[in-house]
Every structure is written in structure tokens, then in C-alpha cells.
């Protein structure tokens, strides 16, 4: 059985949309992951598939914030419930719809644990790295009632597509009328290719940076990265960013300026960055501002309040102000200057 895009179906009587789909297959198996929405925008995935009997199965699944060591068969979740190995391997995208994002014929390892009442599932997925964990409960056949009937919002697709063209033509000529003024002056245009990106700038420097895990919000599937870094303070990690990032800085805060260890927030024109401290070390959290607008979550949850406090209610933090500042002088006075050009990394 394959749902339908704008499919309304009820689960325990609560009413959810279809919106994405994704069909797997594993050797001779095949099995369906539906997105679908309620009324107050909340998303959550239901499986379905066929057990040896040939019966529906039907699991529904909500994102889970936990970090899942794969190498071991047994777990214990967040509320300590007990977990063994279900099941593992290769999953293979056999067709999709709607705005997954995935493509046809890319392929996840996957493993499944089963608490000890077989009630509760915790799925963990890699894709190229990219890992999705998500908590499930198998749904009773009689709690669940789907309808013929499909909900469409064409007129609203139809009218964000036209939206959307005329701001590119819009964006386009803005762009090619200051793109006339600037020719003269090589300096500004220079400027227009400066790095303003946290994330390009951390991606580029593998040996301070590594990358951690990725955390999907549960509204519109914006995702942040985590990074662990190498410097052993969180001052040190913050100023190497700005120093990475000069230009591209447009905020700073501390939450709890008589300590650091709450973590630094640092925000560009379209990130935000949250700096904080570990027992095993510096992590950097990036997401866009997207994020963190619709229910985006925490990587290490006890860290969650002042993540969102610096963001906000942001107190500025002085200190790295001004070296935010200075850093940016300095690079502007760089690359305006006889020569032009950036440092190395830019």
C-alpha cells in the first residue's frame, strides 16, 4: 500500500497530511517512510511495511536527540529504557516525492534498536555522514483510519513559484545596476568575494575542525552542524573564527559574562554559531538563523537555555567585540590596499 502526496490520514484520531515520501528497498524487501503534518505544524514519519505474514506494519517516528554509539548492542535512551539490536544494513532509494531530500538510487546505512517490550524503536540512519536518529512506537492497524481524500495548495504553490521568479529577476537587475557603479573600484568589487561564512571557513580547516553529527529541526527540516574543536578553550576556538570570519561578524554574546564556559554565540548575516564546553573538549554548532526560528534543537541539551538566550536576548559580549572589530579593520585595510588581497584561508 503506497500513500499519496496531500493524503489525510488519522492517526489515534489526530489528523496529519501527507508531504514527502521516500520507498526503500534492501535485497528483495521494500518499505515506505512518509513525512506527514498535523494541524499544528508539527512533522513526524510513519513507516509501513509488510511483515513475513504479509501484514501491514505501521511505526511512527518523532526526531530523537540523543547521540547512539552504533558499536554497541545494547542502549539505554534518554529515560533509561533499555534497548538491544533489532536489525541493520543497507537501504537503497528506490523512488520518492515531494521535497525529500534524498535521490533515486542513493542508499543510507541503517540500524534499529528494540526496547524490551517491543513497543519502542530507535532508528539511526547514515547518510555519507549525515546522521538522522529518530524514536518510534508501532501503531495498533486500529489506530489508524487513511482517507481517500487529498488536500492540495496549489493556489499557494502556484503563487510562491511566481514569488519566487519575480524576486530573481528582481535580485538579478539590483545586482547588475551595482555591479555598473562598482566596476571602478576594484577594492569593493574584491570585497563582494570575501568568505562571510562560519561553516565555508570550518569546512576549509579540517585539521582545527572536526565535523560531529547533524541535527535536523522537527519544523522544516533546516539542519545545524556540530564540530569538535581542537583548541583547548572556547576563547581560543571563538577569536580563530573571527579571525577566519572577519568581515562576515555581526554580533557577539556572552550570556554569563563571568564565565565563559555557558559558551560564546557568534551570528553572520545568515548563521549563528554557538561556541561551549564539554568534559572531552570545544564544539561549534552551526546552523542557519532558520534554525534555530523553528524549534531547531541543541546538540548537548543541558547547554540548550543559554544557546537560545545568546541568540534571542543576545548580551553583547565587549571583549570579543572589539576583537571582532579590530579583525575586521584589518582585513579591510588588506585588501583595500595597494595589491589588495586576503589571507591565507579567505
Given at each position: 500500500m503506497e500513500l499519496k502526496k496531500g493524503q489525510i490520514i488519522y492517526i489515534n484520531s489526530e489528523k496529519y497530511k501527507v508531504i514527502n515520501m521516500i520507498n526503500f528497498s534492501e535485497k528483495n524487501w521494500q518499505w515506505q517512510e512518509y513525512e506527514i503534518v498535523n494541524e499544528f505544524n508539527q512533522h513526524k514519519w510513519l513507516e509501513i511495511e509488510e511483515d513475513e505474514n504479509k501484514q501491514l506494519e505501521y511505526c511512527l517516528y518523532d526526531y530523537y536527540n540523543a547521540k547512539i554509539d552504533t558499536n554497541l548492542g545494547e542502549i539505554y535512551g534518554n529515560d533509561y529504557t533499555k534497548y538491544k539490536l533489532y536489525e541493520k544494513g543497507?537501504?537503497?532509494?528506490?523512488?520518492?516525492?515531494?521535497?525529500?531530500?534524498?535521490?533515486?538510487?542513493?542508499?543510507?546505512?541503517?540500524?534499529?534498536?528494540i526496547s524490551e517490550d517491543q513497543?519502542?524503536?530507535?532508528?539511526?540512519?547514515?547518510?555519507?555522514?549525515?546522521?538522522?536518529?529518530?524514536?518510534?512506537?508501532?501503531?495498533?492497524?486500529?489506530?489508524?483510519?487513511?482517507?481517500?481524500?487529498?488536500?492540495?495548495?496549489?493556489?499557494?504553490?502556484?503563487?510562491?513559484t511566481l514569488l519566487n521568479i519575480n524576486n530573481v529577476i528582481r535580485n538579478v537587475t539590483i545586482f547588475?545596476?551595482?555591479?555598473?557603479?562598482?566596476?571602478?573600484?576594484?577594492?569593493?568589487?574584491?570585497?563582494?568575494?570575501?568568505?562571510?561564512?562560519?561553516?565555508?571557513?570550518?569546512?576549509?580547516?579540517?585539521?582545527?575542525?572536526?565535523?560531529?553529527?547533524?541535527?535536523?529541526?522537527?519544523?522544516?527540516?533546516?539542519?545545524?552542524?556540530?564540530?569538535?574543536?581542537?583548541?583547548?578553550?572556547?576563547?581560543?576556538?571563538?577569536?580563530?573564527?573571527?579571525?577566519?570570519?572577519?568581515?562576515g561578524i555581526t554580533k557577539t554574546s556572552d550570556i554569563d559574562k563571568t564565565t565563559e564556559d555557558d559558551g560564546i554565540g557568534l551570528q553572520t548575516k545568515n548563521?549563528?554559531?554557538?561556541?561551549?564546553?564539554?568534559?572531552?573538549?570545544?564544539?561549534?554548532?552551526?546552523?542557519?538563523?532558520?534554525?534555530?526560528?523553528?524549534?531547531?534543537?541543541?546538540?548537548?541539551?543541558?547547554?540548550?537555555?543559554?544557546?537560545?538566550?545568546?541568540?534571542?536576548?543576545?548580551?553583547?559580549?565587549?571583549?570579543?567585540?572589539?576583537?571582532?572589530?579590530s579583525a575586521r579593520q584589518s582585513s579591510i585595510n588588506s585588501r583595500t590596499s595597494s595589491g589588495g588581497g586576503t589571507s591565507a584561508g579567505k
Open positions: 543497507r537501504a537503497i532509494v528506490i523512488d520518492y516525492f515531494g521535497n525529500a531530500d534524498v535521490d533515486k538510487y542513493e542508499s543510507c546505512d541503517y540500524i534499529t534498536y513497543n519502542t524503536v530507535i532508528s539511526v540512519e547514515n547518510w555519507s555522514g549525515e546522521i538522522e536518529t529518530t524514536i518510534g512506537r508501532y501503531i495498533s492497524p486500529d489506530k489508524i483510519k487513511i482517507t481517500d481524500q487529498i488536500e492540495q495548495n496549489t493556489m499557494y504553490q502556484n503563487t510562491e547588475l545596476i551595482v555591479l555598473t557603479f562598482l566596476i571602478p573600484f576594484i577594492g569593493l568589487i574584491k570585497g563582494l568575494f570575501v568568505n562571510k561564512s562560519i561553516e565555508k571557513y570550518i569546512n576549509k580547516n579540517t585539521s582545527k575542525y572536526t565535523y560531529v553529527t547533524s541535527i535536523t529541526n522537527n519544523t522544516n527540516k533546516e539542519k545545524a552542524k556540530v564540530y569538535k574543536s581542537s583548541f583547548i578553550s572556547i576563547d581560543e576556538t571563538v577569536k580563530d573564527i573571527i579571525d577566519g570570519v572577519p568581515e548563521e549563528y554559531a554557538y561556541i561551549y564546553k564539554e568534559l572531552d573538549g570545544i564544539y561549534v554548532q552551526i546552523s542557519t538563523k532558520k534554525y534555530l526560528n523553528n524549534s531547531g534543537t541543541m546538540y548537548h541539551s543541558r547547554h540548550y537555555y543559554n544557546y537560545y538566550r545568546s541568540y534571542t536576548n543576545p548580551i553583547s559580549s565587549t571583549v570579543y567585540d572589539n576583537y571582532a572589530y
